[in-house]
């Protein structure tokens, strides 16, 4: 009789061991938050294709899916119109769309020349900063990673 309580703990033992072993990789790591950015085909947009190709978002929480558009206007509509969370544009395409709209944040601006490109957001994304405190992560990181 006394060998029963000992036997149920046994198996409680093995079992909790089992979940634990079968659940560790899940507790280390991190999960990818996506994030997309529509991206023009302009030479304007190359640090975001650089990017790409160096892989520059591996090691972070996030996954970047890349959406080409065919110029800052088409990029700046899906961004006001929800489709994507980031978005390529221009001075212009700014401007000229900031008479319609005004419900959109511009971020920073990463190349320079007669026609600027800027990053974009809504405003209800309440994003106030791309850059974390030392200007290492991206704010979607510092929001959702930490």
């Not at 601006?109 to 974390?132: A, C, P, Y």
Request: net charge negative; charged share 20%.
């Amino acid at each position: 009789m006394s060998q029963k309580p000992f036997f149920i703990f046994s198996i409680l033992i093995i079992v909790s061991i089992g979940v634990l072993y079968l659940n560790l990789p899940n507790l280390w790591s991190s999960k990818d938050y996506a994030v997309t950015i529509a991206v023009s085909k302009t030479p304007l947009s190359s640090p975001f294709y650089i990017a790409k190709a160096l892989n520059a978002f591996d090691d972070t929480c996030v996954s970047v899916e890349y959406i080409e558009v065919d110029g800052g206007i088409e990029a700046f509509n899906k961004v006001i119109n929800g489709e994507v969370d980031f978005g390529t544009s221009s001075d212009s395409a700014i401007a000229f769309q900031s008479l319609a709209e005004h419900n959109f944040v511009t971020h920073t601006m990463f190349s320079q020349s007669d026609n600027d490109i800027k990053l974009i957001t809504r405003t209800s994304d309440k994003i106030e900063s791309v850059f974390g405190p030392k200007r290492e992560k991206s704010w979607r990181y510092q929001k959702i990673c930490q």
